[in-house]
């Protein structure tokens, strides 16, 4: 029997009101993914090393391959234990409930500004290139072709949220879903960087919230079912602990842990971490641009 470290809430939700039953979709060194028989999402089982997030569950072990968990196994719960065929038995009872909370905007956007820019020069220089960060000495001409077209769809998408063309924006949106390297791809996860600043109450694109929604719904076919995942997950201001712990020291004047939070962010996969803080920072400087033209509204939906 493996003990359950911490779960989000809406995971151990679904597990205590419903008889959660489906099959594991895809295994990794650290996490394996369950595709829900009920609502066709996908819900993780991740080690103890890995952060908390949307639809996971961590429990006490240092490594997903040695139970030789394979795709296709059979899942189902019963009196609070989760069971992975008869290879893994999971204990969910009165387990540590996590929850995505994003901050709000800030009032003053001095300190969030000058973070901005400490953040932008960090990852340049530490950030993992391959993705949105372009490599100074590309390994194929397809590898530079595909950081150029990167590079000018994220720069046009900003550009338009900026000036509030929402429509067009859209458009650039779309064209970088499913686009450069990675399990999930560069311009997926430039998006859930992006999509979580949105998430901010009070925030100018707070009343934009629909773009993110509408973005998603047209990217289920155009991405794979993990990557489309994280993206509906962030569309409603659901991501990752590291995610928010790096917001939250962007709205604060502790350089320590600024920097402490993004190194956390930028250990996510291979160049996704990078992409994801890129997402995040353009996010949020469109967010600082846009806020004399928008409406901020006070009100939660």
């Known amino acids: 029997m493996i003990k359950t470290v911490s779960a989000d809430v809406d995971f151990v939700k679904k597990l205590n009101n419903s008889k959660f039953t489906g099959f594991v979709h895809s295994t990794f060194n650290r996490t394996f993914n369950i595709k829900c028989s009920q609502n066709n999402e996908l819900y993780t089982i991740a080690c103890r090393n890995v952060d908390n997030g949307p639809n996971t569950l961590i429990i006490d072990v240092d490594n997903i391959r040695p139970m030789e968990i394979a795709v296709n196994d059979q899942v189902f719960t019963k009196k609070n234990i ?4 008869n290879k893994l038995a999971i204990s969910f009872e009165n387990v540590n409930q996590w929850i995505s909370v994003v901050p709000g905007y800030p009032s003053n956007e001095e300190i969030l500004n000058q973070n901005l820019k400490k953040l932008k020069k960090f990852i340049d220089i530490h950030g993992k290139s391959g993705g949105i960060k372009k490599h100074e000495l590309p390994n194929s001409l397809f590898e530079a072709k595909m950081s150029n077209m990167l590079e000018q769809r994220t720069n046009l ?3 338009e949220l900026a000036e509030d063309r ?16 990675g399990l999930t791809p560069s ?3 430039f998006l859930v960087g992006l999509f979580t600043s949105f998430s ?3 925030s100018p694109f707070y ?24 993206l509906q997950k962030a569309s409603t201001g659901k991501v990752r602990e590291s995610i928010i712990l790096l917001l939250n020291a962007l709205l604060d004047e502790n ?4 920097f402490l939070s993004l190194n956390k962010v930028l250990n996510i996969g291979s160049s996704s971490g990078t992409d994801i803080a890129l997402g995040l920072v353009g996010g949020l400087e469109a967010n600082i641009k846009a806020g004399g033209k928008l409406y901020v509204s006070t009100s939660i939906d």
């Open 82 to 85: 989760l069971h992975i065929g």
């Open 157 to 159: 998408l900003l550009d």
């Open 166 to 181: 929402m429509s067009s924006a859209f458009e650039h949106a779309i064209s970088i879903i499913g686009l450069g390297p």
């Open 187 to 189: 311009g997926d996860d």
């Open 200 to 202: 901010m109450l009070n």
């Open 207 to 230: 009343g934009r919230r629909s773009f993110c929604e509408d973005v998603v719904s047209k990217a289920k076919t155009l991405t794979n079912d993990i990557s489309w995942m994280a």
């Open 255 to 258: 350089e320590a842990d600024l």
